[in-house]
């Protein structure tokens, strides 16, 4: 992805395979208490009925969201974004499908709360037409790290302790990419926290399911 100018459908990878990188960081870090917690009130990445959610609890929030058969919705604000205060305003839903969260959508455009939006269908990404002078969208900022596999590898590797013989961060990304993870019950009991606190196993298991790569639910 580039920088210093509006993001492009064809910035980000295909919907599945963001969605894995994404589901794969949300649920090795889960915890129970996070669970348990308001999503206005956390930070980070994790999954909930929305769908996988990214908040740096400061300039940058995201939302993924899977609205069935092979359709899915990206949407957000990073304080790049030069979207909602151009002039004359953009129209970030403009040519949006009906299946749209369109409620959700239109109460954060309301709000003054979203940046940009993205939607997946048929295989490509689209997006609102931009006028030519716009800058940036803010979607580098915000999805340029899950973008990049190497950069989605190396912070798998923060939350998995090294196991002789085991598959490494590459691998089981690449099983995560794939559809899902081959041996969860080992992953589990390779988890660790980077900031040293006890790993949540249970919550990781959850996560794994509610988000796909353990089995058949997608949320919910």
Do not use: F
Not at 96 to 105: H, K, V
Not at 130 to 150: E, K
Request: hydrophobic share 40%; glycine share 10%; aromatic share 8%.
């Amino acid at each position: 992805m580039t920088i210093n100018r509006p993001g492009l459908p064809e910035d980000l990878p295909p919907a599945k395979t963001l969605w894995a990188r994404w589901a794969l960081i949300a649920a090795l870090g889960a915890t129970t208490a996070d669970e348990r917690r308001p999503s206005v009130h956390r930070s980070g990445h994790w999954i909930d009925d929305d769908g996988l959610h990214w908040d740096d609890s400061g300039c940058t929030w995201w939302v993924m969201s899977s609205m069935g058969d092979g359709r899915y919705v990206l949407y957000g604000e990073d304080e790049s974004s030069e979207a909602k205060w151009h002039e004359p305003p953009v129209d970030m839903l403009a040519g949006g499908p009906a299946w749209l969260p369109w409620s959700e959508l239109r109460d954060r455009l309301t709000g003054n709360e979203l940046g940009c939006v993205y939607w997946y269908e048929n295989e490509a990404w689209a997006r609102a037409p931009y006028p030519d002078d716009l800058g940036d969208d803010g979607l580098d900022c915000g999805m340029s790290t899950l973008a990049d596999r190497a950069q989605v590898t190396e912070l798998l590797a923060q939350y998995l302790a090294p196991v002789d013989g085991g598959p490494g961060p590459d691998a089981l990304l690449a099983q995560a990419e794939a559809g899902r993870l081959r041996d969860v019950d080992a992953l589990l009991a390779r988890v660790r926290d980077p900031d040293g606190d006890e790993p949540d196993p249970s919550a990781v298991a959850r996560a794994l399911t509610r988000s796909g790569l353990a089995g058949e639910p997608v949320v919910g």
